[in-house]
């Protein structure tokens, strides 16, 4: 089992920035694919970034982010970052961590979510 804990949500104005962290627990960090989601209103939640591989050199991007966001692990602190620069009011949602196996075909953990919220 894997226990995930998000830190680091808050009120931003547009064109500020915020960084999100998640601390993995439970589970080998280097073998888990880390993933930050985000859900707002009305909408369906999305895969923002992901750091596929250990040293989190392997990432993807979902396209509205890219150039703005940045995602990076830290193993020895078993936390991944997410990096949140040039926000946007579009950015308003609430952002989870998720981890899955290197081989698993979803995100199987989840963590609590944290809002993020940037005012125009």
């Known amino acids: 089992q894997v226990q995930l804990a998000e830190s680091g949500g808050g009120l931003v104005q547009a064109g500020g920035s915020l960084r999100l962290s998640c601390v993995a627990s439970?589970?080998?960090?280097?073998?888990?694919?880390m993933g930050w989601f985000r859900q707002a209103p009305g909408k369906e939640r999305e895969l923002v970034a992901a750091?596929?591989?250990?040293?989190?050199?392997?990432?993807f991007y979902a396209d509205s982010v890219k150039g703005r966001f940045t995602i990076s692990r830290d193993s020895a602190k078993n936390t991944v970052y997410l990096q949140m620069n040039s926000l946007m009011p579009e950015d308003t949602a609430v952002y989870y961590c998720?981890?899955?196996?290197?081989?698993?075909?979803?995100?199987?953990?989840w963590g609590q979510g944290t809002q993020v919220t940037v005012s125009s």
């Open positions: 439970g589970r080998t960090f280097s073998s888990l694919v």
């Open positions: 998720a981890a899955r196996g290197v081989g698993a075909s979803g995100y199987d953990h």
């Open positions: 750091a596929i591989n250990r040293s989190g050199s392997i990432t």
